[in-house]
């Protein structure tokens, strides 16, 4: 299956890009996902599916956009 991936801030340097498409088995989690991408553990993130907030265990199905995000504040 194919999902869409988006970095946002510093982790599309970390990982080298920005968007791409990536190809996983069927019934992927998004924590088998992100253990493909070289981003840093311990940097805290949000990461959201087709715009909602997710849990690494929860399996992803074809043509989800998954966006990742580092947390930030601001005032």
Request: charged fraction near 30%.
């Amino acid at each position: 299956m194919k999902v869409r991936v988006k970095l946002i801030g510093p982790l599309m340097y970390e990982a080298g890009f920005s968007e791409k498409d990536i190809e996983l088995p069927e019934a992927s989690t998004i924590e088998a996902l992100l253990s493909m991408l070289t981003l840093s553990k311990r940097r805290p993130r949000i990461v959201t599916r087709n715009g909602r907030a997710i849990v690494p265990q929860d399996i992803l199905e074809e043509g989800d956009r998954i966006a990742v995000s580092p947390l930030y504040s601001g005032g």
